[in-house]
C-alpha cells in the first residue's frame, strides 16, 4: 500500500467522460462523519459520479481517478466488494420481503443465528420509532416510514461511506426536514463519509459540508 | 457469476447450431449423400424422382398458398382492430378473450374448429331446424382442395399470436399521443394508426410475422387435421415419405425437404414484395392527405373478424370437451343423449406412458431453457450491452425456417450418429422451439425491472448471485412462472419434432391426437385434443397461482 493513510474518503482526480465530452473532474477529501456536497442541474452528471464511486458506472463512460476510503483503494474492486451504501430518491425497499427482512438482508454475515438477526433489525426498527414493524408489508408505510427503513437498512450493511442521490427529494417539506436531520446525524454518529448530490440549496445547508458546484452539461 | 458468462454463447449455439447441421442433414441426402445408407455418390436424381411424383407442384403451390394467404389475413385483421379499437373497453375486453387462446395447441384448435364446421358439426346442427336439414349434407368442407378450411384453422390461432406480439411493442411508442394528435388534425382511427404508428409498429413485429409465414408454409399437424387430401400440401407429404419404412425413400424426403425450403423462401420473397407494395399504398394515401374519417364500417368488420376467431377456439374447444364425454351424440341434436365417462376410462392406461413423455420432456426443455435465459440477461445486466437486432434475430432463426426442413436433418443426424439417448433427444429439439419463446417472454419483464435494486443490495455488500437470487427472482417470480408456462406450453403442442425424434417409439399427447385425425372417432379426439388444451392451461394456472400465494402478504407484489 503505497498510499499515505488518510481517515475517510479521498476521490483523487476524478475525471468522467462520455464520447470525449468531460462531464466531471473533481478532486476532494471528506473527512468521517462530514459531508460534500455536489450541487447541480439535472442531467449534469451528478448521479454519474455517484455510479463511478459506488463502482456501477455505466461502462459507456470513460472514467478515470481513485476512490479511496481510509487509505483502502475502492477503485478496483467490483459493486459488492466496496461497502459504499446508498440511497436514492426512492426507499426501493424490497417489495417481496417484510420490514425486518429488508434490514436483516443488509447485516453482515458475520451477524450469525436467524433469531440474532431478526433481534438486531427490530432494535434498528425501534431506533427511528418504527418499534414492531417489521413483519409488516413494506408496502403499508408512509413515505416518511419507508424512508427511515431505508436508511437503517444502510447503516446496518456496515458501509464504509454514504451516497446520497437526492434521497429527500421525493419526500414532502414537513417530513423532508426530520427525515434530513436524522440521516445526517446517524451518518455523523457513523463517523461515515458521505457524498450527497442534490439540487436543493437546503439540502446542502443541512448537511454543512463542503459544496462542489457543477455546471450544467451544455 | 461465471456461469452467466456461459449462457451467451451456449443460447446462440442451441438456437443457430441444430439450424446449420440439420440443414447439411437434409441437404447433402437431397444430393445423394449418405453413407449410413450407401450414397456415396453425388447426383439430381433424388431431384428427379421427387418431380416426377404426381401433382408435387400442386402441392407445393397449396403451401405457398396457404402460408402467404394466412398470415397477410392474421395480420390485416390484427392491424386494423389495433388501429380500430385500441385504448377503448372493448379492446380490453378482447385483449382478455384472445391472451388464453394462445395457449392452446395448434392442433387442438383444428380438431375443435373441425368439430364446429363439419358437415356434421355443431354449426351445421344449430342451422338444421330452420333449413329443415335431417342428415349431413355431402359438403367437403374438411380436408377441402384448396385448403381453405386449413387456412381457417391456422388463422384463428395467428390472429391471437399476432395480436399479443403487436401488444408488446404498443407500449414502447408514444401511442396515445400520436393517435390524439392525428384524430386532432381529422383523420380516422385506423388512417391516423396506419400513417403515423403502423410502420413503427411492423418494424417491431415483423420477425414474427416471417415466423407466421415460415410456420403457415411448412405447418403438417393442422394441414393432417383440416387440409386437403388430393394431394395434400408438401410437409404431409414429406412427412409420409420421412417415415417411410422403406430407408432409401429418405433421400426422396431430403429432396422433398429442399423443396420445402425453397417454397418458404419464395413466400418470404412475395411477402418482402407485398411489403413494399402495403407501404407505398400507405404512403401515397398519407401524402395525399386522404383522411378516411369515416371507417366505422372498417373498424366493425375487424372487431367482428377478430372476436369470430377468438369464439371459434372456444366453442371447439367447449366441443372437444362434451364430445369427450359423450355416450351417444346423434344428429342433428344439439345435445349428447347421454354424458358418459368410458371414452376416458377405455383411453386412460394408453394415455399414461404418452402423458408422462409429454410432461417430462416439457418440463426438462422448459427448465433448460429458463436456466439459459435468467443466464442471458443476467450477463446483459453485468456487462451492460443487450445484443441488440443481431441478438433478435437469433432468437427467432429457428422460428423462421421451416422446422421440417432442418428437423429432418437431425433426425437423420441422430439415426447416423447411433445413439439410444431418445429422450434426450427429444428434450434437445424441443428446447430449440421453447428457447426463443421464453426468451421474448421474460426478456421485456427482466430489463424492466428497476435496476437500482441491484445497486441498492451490492451497496449492502452483496454478491451477484446473492442480489439475483435473493432479490431479482423473487421480485421477478411473476415474469418467470409465465414464461415458464409459455414454454410448457410451447412443448406440449410440438407436433413435427416429437414425430421425427421420437419415431413412434416416444409418443406424446399432441402425436397421439393427431394421428386419430383419419380415423374420426370424435369422442376419442376429444379426449387427446381436450387433455391437449388442459396441460397448457393447468400450467398458466400454476403461473398465475404460485406466485400470488408466495406473496401473499405483499401488496406491491399484485398485478
Known amino acids: ?218 | 457469476m461465471t456461469l452467466a458468462r456461459l449462457a451467451p454463447p451456449l443460447t446462440i449455439g442451441i438456437l443457430i447450431l441444430p439450424l446449420v447441421f440439420g440443414l447439411v442433414g437434409t441437404v447433402l441426402p437431397a444430393f445423394g449423400y449418405l453413407p449410413a445408407l450407401g450414397g456415396t455418390t453425388v447426383t439430381t436424381t433424388h431431384f428427379a424422382e421427387l418431380f416426377a411424383m404426381p401433382a408435387i407442384w400442386r402441392s407445393a403451390w397449396l403451401s405457398l398458398f396457404v402460408g402467404l394467404a394466412t398470415t397477410a389475413i392474421s395480420l390485416g385483421i390484427v392491424m386494423l382492430f389495433v388501429a380500430g379499437w385500441s385504448q377503448t373497453r372493448v379492446f380490453q375486453r378482447v385483449q382478455h378473450l384472445l391472451s388464453p387462446l394462445l395457449a392452446i395447441p395448434h392442433a387442438a384448435a383444428a380438431f375443435g374448429l373441425a368439430f364446429l364446421i363439419a358437415p356434421s358439426g355443431y354449426l351445421i346442427r344449430l342451422a338444421a331446424p330452420v333449413f329443415g336439414i335431417d342428415r349431413p349434407p355431402d359438403l367437403l368442407i374438411i380436408n377441402d382442395p384448396l385448403g381453405l378450411t386449413m387456412m381457417a384453422g391456422l388463422i384463428v390461432k395467428e390472429i391471437p399470436f399476432l395480436f399479443l406480439v403487436t401488444l408488446a411493442a404498443l407500449p414502447q411508442l408514444p401511442h396515445r399521443p400520436t393517435m390524439q394528435l392525428t384524430s386532432a388534425m381529422g383523420y380516422g382511427r385506423v388512417a391516423g394508426f396506419a400513417y403515423a404508428l403502423a410502420p413503427r409498429v411492423y418494424r417491431q413485429i415483423r420477425f414474427a410475422v416471417y415466423a407466421v409465414i415460415a410456420y403457415a408454409t411448412s405447418v403438417v399437424d393442422v394441414a393432417i387435421i383440416l387440409g386437403p387430401n388430393l394431394p395434400p400440401t408438401l410437409p404431409v407429404r414429406l412427412l409420409r415419405w420421412m417415415n417411410d419404412p422403406d430407408l432409401s425413400v429418405r433421400f426422396l424426403a431430403s429432396a422433398g425437404a429442399v423443396l420445402q425450403l425453397s417454397v418458404t423462401i419464395a413466400a418470404l420473397a412475395l411477402w418482402w414484395l407485398l411489403e413494399r407494395f402495403v407501404a407505398a399504398v400507405v404512403t401515397a394515401a398519407c401524402d395525399g392527405g386522404l383522411r378516411f374519417r369515416r371507417d366505422r364500417i372498417v373498424r366493425i368488420l375487424s372487431l367482428t373478424a377478430t372476436a369470430i376467431a377468438g369464439l371459434l377456439v372456444f366453442a371447439g374447444v367447449a366441443l372437444l370437451a362434451l364430445w369427450s364425454v359423450s355416450a351417444f351424440w346423434q344428429f342433428p341434436d344439439l345435445w349428447p343423449q347421454a354424458l358418459s365417462l368410458s371414452t376416458w376410462q377405455s383411453a386412460l392406461p394408453r394415455i399414461l406412458d404418452p402423458l408422462a413423455t409429454t410432461l417430462l420432456a416439457g418440463l426438462a426443455s422448459t427448465l433448460i431453457a429458463l436456466l439459459l435465459t435468467i443466464g442471458c440477461l443476467e450477463r446483459e445486466i453485468e456487462t451492460g450491452k443487450t445484443g441488440g437486432s443481431r441478438a433478435l434475430l437469433a432468437i427467432y432463426m429457428p422460428l423462421m425456417v421451416p422446422q421440417i426442413a432442418f428437423v429432418f436433418g437431425l433426425q437423420v443426424l441422430f439415426v447416423a450418429s447411433g445413439t439410444d439417448q431418445r429422450f434426450a433427444a427429444l428434450v434437445f429439439v424441443h428446447l430449440i422451439f421453447v428457447l426463443p419463446y421464453v426468451f421474448l417472454s421474460l426478456s421485456d419483464p427482466w430489463r424492466a425491472l428497476d435496476r437500482r435494486y441491484d445497486r441498492v443490495a451490492a451497496g449492502l455488500g452483496r454478491s451477484r448471485l446473492v442480489t439475483l437470487v435473493s432479490i431479482r427472482l423473487p421480485m421477478l417470480a411473476r415474469a418467470i412462472a409465465t414464461a415458464a408456462a409459455v414454454g410448457f406450453a410451447v412443448s406440449v403442442g410440438q407436433y413435427l419434432p416429437t414425430v421425427l425424434i421420437g419415431e413412434g417409439r416416444l409418443t406424446t399427447i399432441t402425436t397421439e391426437a393427431v394421428a386419430l385425425a383419419s380415423g374420426g372417432n370424435r369422442r376419442i379426439i376429444g379426449v387427446y385434443a381436450f387433455l391437449q388444451t388442459l396441460l397448457p392451461f393447468l400450467a398458466f394456472a400454476i403461473a398465475s397461482l404460485v406466485p400470488a400465494l408466495l406473496f401473499r402478504g405483499r401488496r406491491s407484489m399484485r398485478v
Open chain 1, 1 to 218: 500500500m503505497t498510499q499515505p493513510e488518510r481517515a475517510g474518503l479521498s476521490l483523487r482526480d476524478i475525471a468522467i467522460r462520455l464520447d470525449g465530452r468531460l462531464l466531471i473532474a473533481l478532486d476532494a477529501h471528506v473527512a468521517p462523519g462530514e459531508t460534500l456536497t455536489v450541487m447541480g442541474p439535472s442531467g449534469s452528471g451528478k448521479s454519474t459520479l455517484l455510479a463511478y464511486i459506488g463502482g456501477f458506472l455505466d461502462p459507456i463512460f470513460d472514467a478515470q481517478g481513485q476512490v479511496l476510503v481510509d487509505g483502502v483503494d475502492l477503485t478496483a474492486l467490483p459493486a459488492d466488494a466496496r461497502h459504499a451504501g446508498i440511497l436514492f430518491q426512492d426507499p426501493l425497499l424490497f417489495p417481496h420481503m417484510s420490514v425486518a427482512s429488508n434490514i436483516a438482508f443488509a447485516l453482515p454475515p458475520d451477524v450469525k443465528g436467524r433469531a440474532n438477526r431478526r433481534a438486531i433489525a427490530e432494535k434498528a426498527l425501534a431506533e427511528v420509532d418504527l418499534a414492531g414493524f417489521g413483519p409488516r408489508d413494506p408496502d403499508t408505510l408512509s413515505g416518511g416510514q419507508k424512508a427511515r427503513v431505508a436508511l437503517q437498512r444502510v447503516l446496518l450493511s456496515r458501509p464504509r461511506l454514504l451516497l446520497l442521490d437526492e434521497p429527500f427529494a421525493k419526500l414532502d417539506m414537513s417530513l423532508r426536514a426530520q427525515t434530513r436531520r436524522l440521516v445526517f446525524d446517524q451518518a455523523r454518529a457513523a463517523k461515515l463519509p458521505v457524498i450527497l448530490v442534490t439540487h436543493d440549496a437546503a439540502d446542502a445547508e443541512a448537511a454543512g459540508g463542503a459544496v462542489f458546484e457543477m455546471n450544467g452539461a451544455p
